[in-house]
């Protein structure tokens, strides 16, 4: 299990995440929501390893995380999809995959490059492509391989569906289910609360930095005065 608690991380003097704690099991989504500004990007950033936090624990299956460098955090199990996808356009698909396996075994590689192509057909088809020719969906796919390709025991997405249609943001979404399903323990923030919440197990809701709600999916739904007071009533799609 992977846990967070009273996490504080500052940017010079500015507080950017004051208390925050959640967890996160093996095959569930645990879905962050929360305004522009909340901490969200920056606790998964935490997490990660590219961000040091000034207090607080993170803790990968009772080992902590806390010093680790980014790589090092990779090599314990957890991968980071990042906002915006960020693929490495000129590079073709299967570049980009193997990069994202940097730092895994020649055998997991392979195994997970099959299991990116299993999992997101079209990447086979594109595969000798360059990146920056697949559409955006197609993109944010293949980012979620790549996050993959470390053979993670957890996988961290930031906004998945920024930037995409709404006819692929359900696409999107499977996706997100999908590798879930296969046992791997989810971690994602998302703007898009409806969409979100469709696919998510566990909620926590954050608001400057703080975690003020923390639950089931299905609660959060019936607490939906918690989140339109940090997103609105359009965001439950209500």
């Given at each position: 299990?992977?846990?967070?608690?009273?996490?504080?991380?500052?940017?010079?003097?500015?507080?950017?995440?004051?208390?925050?704690?959640?967890?996160?099991?093996?095959?569930?989504?645990?879905?962050?929501?929360?305004?522009?500004?909340?901490?969200?990007?920056?606790?998964?950033?935490?997490?990660?390893?590219?961000?040091?936090?000034?207090?607080?624990?993170?803790?990968?299956?009772?080992?902590?995380?806390?010093?680790?460098?980014?790589?090092?955090?990779?090599?314990?199990?957890?991968?980071?999809?990042?906002?915006?996808?960020?693929?490495f356009a000129s590079l073709s698909?299967?570049?980009?995959?193997?990069?994202?396996?940097?730092?895994?075994?020649?055998?997991?590689?392979?195994?997970?490059?099959?299991?990116?192509?299993?999992?997101?057909?079209?990447?086979?088809?594109?595969?000798?492509?360059?990146?920056?020719?697949?559409?955006?969906?197609?993109?944010?796919?293949?980012?979620?391989?790549?996050?993959?390709?470390?053979?993670?025991?957890?996988?961290?997405?930031?906004?998945?569906?920024?930037?995409?249609?709404?006819?692929?943001?359900?696409?999107?979404?499977?996706?997100?289910?999908?590798?879930?399903?296969?046992?791997?323990?989810?971690?994602?923030?998302?703007?898009?609360?409806?969409?979100?919440?469709?696919?998510?197990?566990?909620?926590?809701?954050?608001?400057?930095?703080?975690?003020?709600?923390?639950?089931?999916?299905?609660?959060?739904?019936?607490?939906?005065?918690?989140?339109?007071?940090?997103?609105?009533?359009?965001?439950?799609?209500?």
């Amino acid at each position: 299990m992977l846990e967070v608690s009273n996490l504080h991380v500052r940017y010079g003097k500015v507080s950017a995440v004051n208390n925050i704690g959640l967890t996160v099991q093996p095959g569930r989504i645990t879905l962050i929501l929360g305004a522009n500004g909340a901490g969200k990007s920056t606790t998964l950033r935490t997490i990660a390893g590219v961000v040091k936090s000034i207090s607080g624990t993170i803790d990968l299956d009772d080992r902590s995380l806390l010093g680790l460098k980014a790589h090092q955090v990779v090599r314990r199990g957890i991968s980071l999809v990042p906002e915006g996808r960020q693929v490495f356009a000129s590079l073709s698909v299967a570049e980009n995959l193997r990069i994202g396996g940097y730092t895994s075994t020649r055998e997991k590689r392979e195994k997970n490059t099959e299991l990116a192509y299993e999992l997101f057909p079209i990447l086979r088809e594109r595969k000798d492509g360059p990146a920056g020719l697949l559409s955006g969906g197609e993109q944010q796919m293949l980012a979620f391989g790549r996050g993959l390709m470390s053979d993670p025991k957890y996988i961290m997405m930031d906004e998945p569906s920024m930037g995409l249609a709404p006819a692929i943001v359900d696409t999107v979404m499977e996706s997100v289910r999908q590798i879930a399903d296969r046992g791997l323990g989810v971690l994602m923030v998302e703007q898009n609360a409806d969409a979100g919440l469709r696919v998510a197990d566990d909620v926590v809701v954050v608001n400057r930095g703080e975690s003020v709600y923390s639950g089931s999916a299905e609660d959060a739904k019936s607490h939906s005065s918690v989140v339109m007071a940090f997103l609105g009533e359009a965001a439950l799609g209500a």
